[in-house]
């Protein structure tokens, strides 16, 4: 019985699609904990820490939470200043203009501490600000007894007047990824750190290379929409690199909570094999699955996830299963 902390903001999101709808959701990291709690076994704990506003906790609890027991609600404290909230505009299918508006303070380590220890920390950072300092996140190790999973998303992301500034390159990255076990990001995001706007096979290595260029992570996920992923993974012999496609034959609908899908996804199948390979596949499977229906009512259609990824991904399982590990990844 696996205990899950999953860490970052709740947050209240308008959404227009690239079709014109237009449409309220909750999001942030509820995208990480309805996902979860679709592929871990019902006797799994999970505790979200975040600050929301007591009317939406409320709403929340009533529209998702009552309905999955395995959700600890202890971590999602109540803020009178109200939830931090995001406008997302879709102009392709895959990337969006976004306005956010932050009014949550950190994650209190101590609400943290009180609910450990966790067989496995998930830490989205959705607002960028869920943490004051690396030297606060760090202290995170001491709350976890298995790996801590970085999704960085908006981490090192610098704004003005809630948008993001272009150019902006994020040079901390190798302090915060010194205190994880396992780091995602995606191709902007290693623009942000590496000043590489990844496209190409040669691309996806390089950037996968350096994201396991410093001590602390084992495994390194570079997600890339219709691409797929790219996964990185230190062995005693040295660092591997495989390829993930895209789920085939997917039509897209709503690409919002993909990342956080894939996120979930991949600690719960780590969890349960160790398997960086399968664990990126079945990641892969539940992203291409959540793209295909709208906002946080999507997760409700992620049951028999297992079951697709044998039928999408068969021929590549038993690839894995016959002992593959993909490539050298040359430093």
């Given amino acids: ?63 998702y939470l009552d309905a999955l027991p395995s959700v600890d609600r202890q971590g999602l404290r109540p803020h009178a200043g109200g939830t931090d909230t995001n406008s997302l505009v879709y102009v392709t299918a895959s990337s969006r203009r976004e306005i956010m508006q932050v009014v949550a303070p950190e994650i209190h380590l101590r609400d943290v501490e009180q609910a450990a220890p966790f067989d496995a920390l998930l830490v989205n950072f959705i607002s960028g600000h869920e943490f004051a300092s690396v030297e606060a996140f ?42 994880v076990d396992i780091v995602q990001g995606n191709e902007w995001e290693a623009e942000r750190m590496f000043d590489i706007h990844p496209t190409t096979e040669e691309d996806f290595r390089e950037v996968t290379r350096r994201m396991l260029a410093v001590a602390g992570p084992k495994i390194a996920l570079l997600t890339l929409g219709g691409e797929g992923c790219a996964v990185g993974w230190r062995t005693a012999n040295g660092l591997r690199f495989a390829r993930i496609p895209a789920m085939p034959d997917v039509q897209i609908v709503d690409t919002t909570g993909c990342g956080d899908s894939f996120s979930a996804a991949f600690i719960t199948e780590y969890l349960r094999t160790g398997d960086p390979l399968r664990s990126a596949v079945f990641a892969a499977t539940l992203s291409g699955m959540k793209c295909q229906s709208k906002g946080l009512d999507g997760l409700r259609n ?7 990824m044998d039928k999408a991904y068969g021929g590549l399982l038993a690839k894995i299963d016959g002992g593959w590990q993909g490539a050298e990844l040359l430093t």
Avoid at 29 to 49: E, G, H, K, Q, T
Avoid at 140 to 166: A, C, E, F, Q
Avoid at 302 to 308: N, Q, S, T
């Fill in 1 to 63: 019985m696996p205990k899950f902390g999953l860490l970052g903001t709740v947050m209240y999101d308008e959404i227009r699609t690239l079709d014109g709808q237009r449409f309220e959701s909750f999001g942030g990291i509820l995208y990480n904990v309805l996902a979860l709690a679709a592929v871990a076994d019902p006797s799994d704990r999970l505790v979200p820490f975040s600050w929301i506003s007591e009317e939406h906790l409320e709403r929340i609890g009533r529209e």
């Fill in 138 to 179: 760090a202290k995170l190790r001491s709350t976890t007894v298995g790996p801590i999973y970085l999704d960085m998303h908006n981490l090192g992301k610098l704004r003005k007047d809630g948008v993001p500034v272009k150019g902006h390159r994020f040079m901390e990255w190798p302090e915060w990824f010194g205190c």
């Fill in 302 to 308: 992620l049951g028999g996830a297992r079951a697709v």
